[in-house]
């Protein structure tokens, strides 16, 4: 069965740059959801899409954004990288009719360096 | 506080016994509850869900759901070596947010 599909799984950037993450989700599911998890820490919520609009948003910083297009795939981009936004960057899609039942990917890590 | 609170463990039991993951929450009304298993480098992995007051059960998985406590836990009948990993529970207030507990560590010693 399909899956989740991140990419890139890894990447490395520097202080100050850019980084763009990508998902692609389950066909026919129809939101999509960013987690960004530390060494040891729970998934945090960035932020979610329902149907190509923006549905929630957590701890999301400014300097991050995400879109979802209108092959319901999803882009997160960061900019101004820290250090401290070193971590694994999930993301998960569900289908409305199953809602709370997330399908994660395997996962985006980034390392600021 | 946390929205949702876990023993982080490391929780250890023999392998055959019953492991008990417990998770309290503090939004009352949340309405879908669920446990992940996550293995180490690995991403979350549905394992139950749980929407209503009592028992649920599936193979050797139990979620136990008690609303007035806000409290809901997770049991595993004969733990297995690969059963150890980290469990998540998380809690759904509306249907499009999850939060997240920092997870319980499980080793099942064989």
């Known amino acids: 069965a399909a899956g989740v599909i991140q990419s890139p799984r890894h990447l490395i950037k520097e202080k100050r740059e850019t980084a763009t993450l990508k998902c692609y989700p389950i066909?026919?599911?129809?939101?999509v959801y960013w987690y960004q998890q530390g060494p040891g820490q729970d998934p945090q919520f960035l932020i979610s899409?329902?149907?190509?609009?923006?549905?929630d948003k957590g701890s999301i910083p400014d300097r991050f954004s995400a879109q979802q297009f209108s092959d319901y795939h999803s882009e997160l981009n960061m900019s101004s990288l820290e250090l401290g936004d070193s971590a694994l960057y999930f993301c998960a899609s569900s289908p409305t009719s199953h809602t709370g039942e997330l399908f994660f990917g395997e996962g985006s890590r980034l390392t600021v360096l | 506080q946390k929205e949702v609170e876990q023993n982080s463990g490391p929780l250890s039991v023999p392998e055959g016994a019953i492991a008990s993951l417990n998770c309290t929450y503090s939004?009352?009304?949340?309405?879908?509850f669920f446990w992940y298993r996550q293995y180490s480098g690995k991403s979350p992995e549905l394992i139950m869900s749980?929407?209503?007051?009592g028992d649920k059960e599936d193979g050797r998985f139990t979620a136990q759901l008690n609303k007035a406590s806000q409290y809901v836990s997770l049991l595993i009948r004969d733990s297995q070596p690969s059963d150890s990993a980290t469990y998540l529970c998380a809690v759904s207030p509306t249907g499009n947010q999850f939060y997240f507990g920092t997870g319980t560590s499980l080793t099942v010693i064989p």
């Open positions: 939004d009352r009304g949340s309405q879908s």
């Open positions: 749980i929407y209503s007051n």
């Open positions: 066909p026919r599911h129809d939101t």
């Open positions: 899409f329902y149907e190509k609009m923006q549905s």
